[in-house]
T-cell receptor
Framework: QKEVEQNSGPLSVPEGAIASLNCTYS??????FFWYRQYSGKSPELIMS????GDKEDGRFTAQLNKASQYVSLLIRDSQPSDSATYLC????????FGAGTRLTVKP | DAGVIQSPRHEVTEMGQEVTLRCKPI?????LFWYRQTMMRGLELLIY????????DSGMPEDRFSAKMPNASFSTLKIQPSEPRDSAVYFC??????????FGPGTRLTVT
């Protein structure tokens, strides 16, 4: 069974801090990696995609991929209360698999 | 551009009734996915289509579930007969081949 694992949280950080979200996956053939944000009662929204080892930055978000360790992470700098949501890691190999999500709370 | 469109947004029905959920993907996207999300099981892939052809339906829970994609701009997910355990939020997503998926707003289904 090919799995995507995330710490379910909740993860709580103060406003302005860096939030670090982690994800591991089991399918070594995976080629594409995504982070989605889901607010309560809403649909998942794509915030980052990464395809090669290293870091990819987009505004306050940085995705990090290490295929050798089968590990992908998302860093949120200068966290804001509006970042409070569940973050889903998704991995595409032969199919697309989602982790269970990490619930993030940013406290003012 | 319009995103993925789903209807209805909410559906309440009685056990045993037929339920049909509808999805219009983003124009130009050739892959379409149906997901179910519950608190207990998270986001589960039910079935996906490439170029209107079903590729993997291994996530469809039972024969009570069926999905069709008669053309590039429309898909349906049908549950017949519905059961209370089918209560969930059903999402449709579309993507260009092997790229990121974009989700619709979802249909919240309640079966009483």
């Amino acid at each position: 069974q090919k799995e995507v694992e995330q710490n379910s949280g909740p993860l709580s950080v103060p406003e302005g801090a860096i939030a670090s979200l982690n994800c591991t996956y089991s399918d070594r053939g995976s080629q594409s990696f995504f982070w989605y944000r889901q607010y309560s009662g809403k649909s998942p929204e794509l915030i980052m995609s990464i395809y090669s080892n290293g870091d990819k930055e987009d505004g306050r978000f940085t995705a990090q991929l290490n295929k050798a360790s089968q590990y992908v992470s998302l860093l949120i700098r200068d966290s804001q209360p509006s970042d409070s949501a569940t973050y889903l890691c998704a991995v595409r190999g032969n199919d697309m698999r989602f982790g269970a999500g990490t619930r993030l709370t940013v406290k003012p | 551009d319009a995103g993925v469109i789903q209807s209805p947004r909410h559906e309440v029905t009685e056990m045993g009734q037929e339920v049909t959920l509808r999805c219009k993907p983003i124009s130009g996207h050739n892959s379409l996915f149906w997901y179910r999300q519950t608190m207990m099981r998270g986001l589960e892939l039910l079935i996906y289509f490439n170029n209107n052809v079903p590729i993997d339906d291994s996530g469809m829970p039972e024969d009570r579930f069926s999905a069709k994609m008669p053309n590039a701009s429309f898909s349906t997910l049908k549950i017949q007969p519905s059961e209370p355990r089918d209560s969930a939020v059903y999402f449709c997503a579309s993507s260009p081949t092997n790229h990121e998926q974009y989700f619709g707003p979802g249909t919240r289904l309640t079966v009483t």
